[in-house]
């Protein structure tokens, strides 16, 4: 409540006012509003008419830019390591089910076989989230440029590197 506190401006009563459900109500709509930032920065490229590379190559631009480099957290990968977790998983889960298969259906765009773009989306989203939570329990942006650079290097957008 603290950190809202001071990150809106506002005194904690009036938090409680404009969000009447109490802090239940306030990270659901934190969670909304994550959803949609990620949606408008991130996962939106997937729709447009460009390249089927292009595109993926937008949505890991999108989420190194989201992200800082690895230097700002998700709050949705916050959230699915707290003890609030169980109370948002079917909505979470949910929008990343979707992400997965927006994903997928690229990765079949540019020319992978339909099971392979199911397991390398997947395995994208795994090593995006993976590295930027190692990366910062860690305290290193390297382990997350290297997720990306791994992401970039499976999907087939850059020749294959040694990772050690």
């Not at 997350?144 to 791994?150: D, H, K, N, S, Y």
Request: hydrophobic share 40%; aromatic share 8%; glycine share 8%.
């Amino acid at each position: 409540m603290a950190v809202l506190s001071q990150a809106t401006g506002l005194k904690k009563a009036s938090l409680y006012h404009h969000f009447p459900g109490g802090k239940n109500e306030m990270l659901e709509t934190a969670v909304l509003a994550t959803i949609v930032e990620l949606e408008r920065r991130v996962f939106r490229f997937l729709d447009t008419h460009d390249d089927a590379a292009e595109r993926v190559t937008q949505v890991l631009d999108g989420f190194e830019t989201y992200t800082n480099g690895g230097r700002r957290s998700c709050l949705l990968a916050v959230i699915a390591q707290s003890s609030v977790a169980d109370n948002f998983r079917s909505r979470i889960g949910a929008q990343f089910s979707a992400w997965t298969s927006r994903l997928s259906t690229t990765l079949v765009e540019y020319g992978h076989d339909p099971k392979r773009a199911d397991t390398l989306a997947l395995e994208t989203l795994e090593t995006l989230y993976g590295s930027l939570v190692i990366g910062r329990l860690l305290g290193t942006f390297e382990i997350f440029a290297l997720g990306l650079e791994r992401c970039r290097t499976n999907i087939g957008l850059v020749d294959k590197v040694k990772f050690s």
